[in-house]
């Protein structure tokens, strides 16, 4: 199967894997406005209007109806792992974890929006044109970030723990490690690279969370792929080409839940049907492309 990715390729927010962190905060304008019980993101909206794709523009602030164009299962998503990794976050930081590390940041605005005890550092992490736009956008709106935020630009498959410790990253800290909608667009090797790193870089008690998907049987890739053809194509009749099938990385790769368990990583974890059936979601019907079983994880280092 085919990617236009390459090595060492790089992108702003309004084109190729960029796009994939403005649509994901589109999704989150959508749900945030349909049930603020689940998900409040009052910064995803004006990120998506200043990154100024059009047809994201009018979906995350409700001009056009998601059902034209986005299948609500995608709005739903959004919300059950948004409240995931919030969880998360906040749990670690009640148990007294003082250093967060936001990995492939893209719009997430958590530095923004969630209650971080005093003393709280955050650090993002995501490509420099991506980085720099959020910093700048949120400044000029007028936001302040909830804990200390410190940004570090990097590319995920390179030395990217030079860049969280210019930045100030302590390793000897507890740390509580997000990659959230990370591990698809890298390459399998620089997944497992990016888990030893975690490991490498995680003082005893840190904790992390991530997405953990079953390896496809066959023909799921080519139905993920046609499904994807298939949103592009209604993207392109708006004028927008984000090409999604092809910003992926296919194929076999270690799954990231058992590997971490590896390294010594205690997890716990629910699918996205678990999370979807406890929170009365009911989008999850015709799971062709194995949406529901999606694993969110999250767990401490013994
Ligand atoms: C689907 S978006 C998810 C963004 C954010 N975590 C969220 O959930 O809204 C994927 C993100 O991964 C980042 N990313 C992917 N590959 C990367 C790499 N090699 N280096 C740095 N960032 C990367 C992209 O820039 C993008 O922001």
Do not use: C
């Not at 905060?25 to 019980?37: E, K, L, T, Y």
């Amino acid at each position: 199967m085919t990617s236009t990715r390459h090595d060492g390729d790089s992108w702003d927010l309004a084109s190729s894997v960029g796009t994939t962190a403005t649509m994901a905060a589109a999704a989150r304008a959508i749900a945030s406005r349909a049930d603020r019980s689940l998900i409040d993101d009052p910064f995803a909206e004006p990120l998506v209007r200043a990154v100024g794709v059009e047809v994201l523009t009018r979906l995350a602030s409700g001009e056009t109806e998601p059902g034209e164009l986005v299948e609500q299962v995608w709005i739903d998503v959004a919300k059950v792992r948004t409240k995931f990794y919030d969880e998360f976050f906040l749990d670690a930081a009640g148990a007294g974890i003082t250093q967060a590390v936001i990995l492939a940041s893209g719009l997430d605005s958590r530095a923004y929006r969630l209650a971080w005890p005093a003393g709280t550092v955050v650090y993002e992490l995501d490509q420099p044109q991506v980085v720099d736009f959020k910093t700048r956008t949120l400044a000029e709106l007028g936001a302040e970030p909830t804990a200390e935020r410190r940004v570090a630009a990097a590319d995920l498959r390179e030395d990217w723990p030079a860049a969280l410790r210019a930045a100030g990253f302590d390793p000897a800290r507890p740390t509580a490690w997000s990659a959230e909608g990370l591990l698809g667009y890298l390459p399998p090797e620089a997944q497992d690279r990016l888990l030893d790193t975690i490991t490498e870089l995680s003082a005893p008690g840190s904790r992390v969370a991530t997405e953990s998907k079953p390896n496809p049987r066959p023909g799921d890739e080519e139905r993920t792929q046609e499904r994807l053809n298939r949103m592009s194509e209604q993207w392109q009749s708006h004028s927008f080409s984000p090409d999604m099938a092809r910003l992926r990385y296919y194929g076999e790769r270690n799954e990231a839940a058992p590997y971490l368990t590896g390294l010594g990583w205690a997890l716990t974890g629910a699918t996205i049907r678990e999370l979807f059936a406890a929170n009365d979601l009911t989008s999850l019907q015709d799971d062709d492309i194995r949406t529901g079983d999606m694993r969110y994880v999250s767990g401490t280092l013994g």
